[in-house]
T-cell receptor, first 116, second 114 residues
Framework: AQKVTQAQTEISVVEKEDVTLDCVYE???????LFWYKQPPSGELVFLIR??????QNEISGRYSWNFQKSTSSFNFTITASQVVDSAVYFC?????????????FGKGTRLSVIA | EAQVTQNPRYLITVTGKKLTVTCSQN?????MSWYRQDPGLGLRQIYY???????DKGDVPEGYKVSRKEKRNFPLILESPSPNQTSLYFC?????????????FGSGTRLTVV
């Protein structure tokens, strides 16, 4: 069965610090996709990234970067030089590839507070 | 604009009073799904639909019903709401499979049952 674990429930950092949000997943499939979503205080879910299991290249998008390591089943998310606007709940999610119902299985989320 | 529209955004209701949360997408997506979000539990799938007239249970279907009579609409029905259904609800759609197409989420419906 699929499972996503975000061990950090809450993290608090001071503005301009770097912060890494951890995500560990479990799946028996060899083909799957990993996602990160941001949920700001307004409540909507903002898509950040989707990664397939065959692409282990790290990705950088501005201040955001993602480290995908199949050997440790991890897909960690780093925010460099954090800002107050980064304060949100961040969800990691997994979806197995298939023709039937392949829902997103979410972790429980990590609440990030960036203090000015 | 491609989007998933949920209504209402906020709803306070009383125990036992039937309610419907509407969800509509304008992207001709085949796959639609409902999730609920609760503190400390993340998001959990309630029901999903692979296409018109094809629906099935997710992980937490008790107390909910859905229908998919048209491709664009996927309403969530609470026949007799109870306080434990107080939650933040999200509707989502995908072209076909979630994994390779990803989801488009609605803005959420915050439901309070008193």
């Amino acid at each position: 069965a699929q499972k996503v674990t975000q061990a950090q429930t809450e993290i608090s950092v001071v503005e301009k610090e770097d912060v890494t949000l951890d995500c560990v997943y479990e799946t028996r499939d060899t083909t799957y996709y990993l996602f990160w979503y941001k949920q700001p205080p307004s409540g909507e879910l903002v898509f950040l990234i989707r990664r397939n299991s065959f692409d282990e290249q790290n990705e950088i998008s501005g201040r955001y970067s993602w480290n995908f390591q199949k050997s440790t089943s991890s897909f960690n998310f780093t925010i460099t030089a954090s800002q107050v606007v980064d304060s949100a709940v961040y969800f990691c999610a997994l979806s197995e590839y298939g023709s039937g119902n392949t829902p997103l299985v979410f972790g429980k989320g990590t609440r990030l507070s960036v203090i000015a | 604009e491609a989007q998933v529209t949920q209504n209402p955004r906020y709803l306070i209701t009383v125990t036992g009073k039937k309610l419907t949360v509407t969800c509509s997408q304008n992207m001709n997506h085949e796959y639609m799904s409902w999730y609920r979000q609760d503190p400390g539990l993340g998001l959990r799938q309630i029901y999903y639909s692979m296409n018109v007239e094809v629906t099935d249970k997710g992980d937490v279907p008790e107390g909910y019903k859905v229908s998919r009579k048209e491709k664009r609409n996927f309403p969530l029905i609470l026949e007799s709401p109870s306080p434990n259904q107080t939650s933040l609800y999200f509707c989502a759609s995908s072209l076909r499979g979630v994994a390779n197409y990803g989801y488009t989420f609605g803005s959420g419906t915050r439901l309070t049952v008193v």
